[in-house]
């Protein structure tokens, strides 16, 4: 079993950064896929980015290729975000997600999942 608590949510600028976190719990993190998934009122919950156990492969929408940047640090059972050149569109709630089968883009892929947390971009 893996928990999930996302963090680093907030109120940023068009342009500006924010760093999102997901602190896991459990044994079985760093032999988990983990990914982050984001929904805007009103939509249904779009595929973020996704990495390996090892850190080392992963995989963006193309919505946020070239400006999101997913890693993971194992010792502390942590996956983070780093989300840049904000822009309004990328208004939602963000969600972290945890797999144990192979790398996805499906949401129903992934067996746990966190709270959210907001993330608000002004134009």
């Known amino acids: 079993q893996v928990q999930l608590v996302e963090s680093g949510g907030g109120l940023v600028q068009a342009g500006g950064s924010l760093r999102l976190s997901c602190a896991a719990s459990g044994r079985t993190f760093s032999r988990s896929v983990m990914g982050w998934f984001r929904q805007a009122p009103g939509k249904e919950r779009e595929f973020v980015a996704t990495?390996?156990?090892?850190?080392?492969?992963?995989y963006y929408a193309d919505s946020v290729k070239g400006r999101f940047t997913i890693s993971r640090d194992n010792a502390k059972n942590t996956v983070y975000l780093q989300m840049n050149t904000l822009k309004p569109e990328d208004t939602a709630v963000y969600y972290c997600a945890a797999a144990n089968g192979i790398r996805s883009t499906r949401s129903y892929d992934y067996d746990y999942w966190g709270q959210g947390t907001q993330v608000t971009v002004s134009s």
């Open positions: 990495i390996g156990w090892s850190g080392s492969s992963t």
